[in-house]
């Protein structure tokens, strides 16, 4: 195989004879008659091959070899010796020389020498990629296991939330069919809400699932931020009325706007406010429920603001929140609302902080700019594992 080859020696007549031969074998010769000119070739050409003399005026050619192999270790270099100078030539191998040959200098050895330059070169190449490879099937290996991992977790997570939600439709369906058959409006009316509320969170869970398992991009728009909290009052402001809970809005008018989703937005305080309710609706300790809504602006960002005075969470439940999975509903939840709310938040280039002290309640604060940056509205790409698995039918 042609290789660009350096020749070091300060004769210039065994430097033309061994440039004459190399050439003659189809490389490409460059050559050096002291070790600072060779430096310098090096440096500029990258020759993968070094043939150079031990004995040179200046610096000598185990202080080149031990240059070169700083420069770049891979390079394989073969010492010229003269006889007698055998010690120098064991202490060029040691210092990682690849082949010695000895003056006067037969082609036919250097040939030889050559021949197992290039032999590691093209054992290092080889070494090199079947070690990329290997750590390709490494990752090959680790992510099947993560998406098995991912499935499993899915799947015992959505189906606790899924028998929670039938057990609940169960019961609605009871109260409707009892209000029917004994004409009692106010069962029948009782039973037809939780039916809807049921419906609205199984709905709500298969949004999150759909959210987290396609890749997209944020289609984003001019939002009038006290408008879209007005919108996001109205449409909570009657679930928390019919569960006795109250609800306070603090919307100022001149927020201004925000560049969002609002589709996707609205999806990510809908998490926060439904986490609101249910722990309000979990606290028996308190006979009257608050929550409270704020948007507002602070300096360039625009701040949500949702707080209850329900159960609280402890520091480790605040710690694992946001985490997919994790859950401090029970059978009730499936570990990817809060998960999807902090994915939507950072895609908007915001950020997502919760306070909470037990027995008193929690508050969430969400800061999101009011001008989104290129990287923020980047497909959401966080843990590809799931993803794949929940596209694959597609």
Not at 182 to 194: F, H
Not at 211 to 238: C, H, I, M, P, S
Not at 330 to 359: N, Y
Request: hydrophobic letters at 40%; proline letters at 3%.
């Amino acid at each position: 195989m042609k290789r660009k080859i350096l020749i070091v020696d300060d004769e210039q007549d065994i430097r033309d004879v061994l440039a004459m031969a190399l050439a003659d074998m189809g490389h490409d010769v460059l050559t050096a008659g002291e070790g600072e000119q060779a430096l310098r070739l090096f440096r500029e050409a990258s020759p993968p091959i070094v043939v150079t003399d031990i004995k040179m005026p200046g610096m000598d050619g185990i202080d080149l070899l031990q240059k070169l192999k700083q420069e770049n270790p891979e390079t394989e270099v073969i010492m010229i010796t003269g006889h007698g100078d055998l010690d120098l030539a064991i202490r060029s191998l040691k210092c990682e020389a690849t082949d010695f040959i000895t003056k006067p200098i037969n082609i036919d050895v250097l040939e030889i020498a050559l021949r197992r330059a290039e032999e590691r070169i093209v054992t290092r190449r080889q070494l090199k990629e079947y070690t990329e490879h290997l750590e390709q099937l490494i990752r090959e290996k680790s992510e099947l296991q993560s998406r098995l991992s991912s499935l499993g977790l899915m799947i015992g997570s959505i189906s606790h939330g899924i028998k929670g939600l039938l057990t609940g439709l169960d019961g609605g369906i009871y109260l409707v069919d009892s209000g029917l058959s004994k004409k009692d409006p106010r069962t029948l009316t009782e039973g037809w809400e939780a039916v809807k509320l049921t419906i609205s969170r199984i709905r709500k869970m298969m949004l999150d699932i759909l959210y987290y398992a396609k890749e997209r991009e944020l289609k984003t728009e001019r939002v009038d931020v006290a408008r879209f909290a007005g919108q996001l009052v109205t449409l909570f402001g009657k679930r928390m009325q019919a569960q006795h809970i109250e609800f306070v809005s603090e919307v100022d008018p001149l927020a201004g706007e925000l560049e969002a989703d609002p589709t996707y937005l609205q999806a990510a305080l809908a998490n926060i406010f439904d986490n609101a309710v249910d722990a309000c609706l979990k606290d028996d300790s308190k006979t009257d429920h608050r929550i409270v809504f704020n948007a507002h602006r602070e300096s360039n960002e625009i701040i949500f603001e949702i707080s209850d005075n329900g159960t609280g969470m402890d520091s480790e439940t605040q710690k694992r929140i946001f985490a997919l999975f994790f859950s401090s509903k029970g059978a009730e939840g499936t570990g990817l609302g809060l998960f999807v709310t902090q994915k939507i938040v950072e895609q908007h280039g915001g950020r997502i902080k919760v306070r909470s002290i037990i027995g008193h309640g929690s508050i969430f604060r969400i800061s999101i700019p009011q001008r989104a940056s290129a990287e923020g509205l980047r497909p959401e790409c966080g843990t590809p594992a799931l993803r794949a698995i929940l596209n694959a039918e597609k």
